[in-house]
């Protein structure tokens, strides 16, 4: 995996954020994503992800992390998102 991200977080809002977030998807929970342009995903979390350290385009140090995801629109995809343009995950599946 790459050092390098396109956005890290380094507040501690934001840091919390993403934590909170990893707490939200379990493996092969089916969830909704709300991403930070407004567009929704369904699919399966592959693996939990986590939270990393990264250093974005400016050389900055902070963490993030990325989603592993197969889209429910397409099975075969395998989807990566960064974890920062998570807003909000709805899940699907009954919460074990």
């Known amino acids: 995996m790459t050092r390098t991200a396109e956005r890290v977080c380094i507040s501690d809002a934001e840091i919390a954020h993403l934590e909170m977030l990893v707490t939200q998807l379990p493996d092969q929970a089916r969830v909704e994503l709300v991403l930070d342009d407004d567009s929704t995903m369904v699919g399966t979390v592959a ?3 986590t939270v990393q350290t990264f250093i974005d385009p400016d050389g900055q140090e902070g963490v993030n ?3 592993r995801i197969d889209d429910a629109a397409d099975p075969s995809q395998l989807r990566w ?3 920062d343009r998570i807003r909000e995950v709805r899940r699907l599946d009954p919460v074990r």
């Open 81 to 83: 998102i960064w974890l």
């Open 47 to 49: 693996v939990r992800p």
């Open 65 to 67: 992390g990325l989603l």
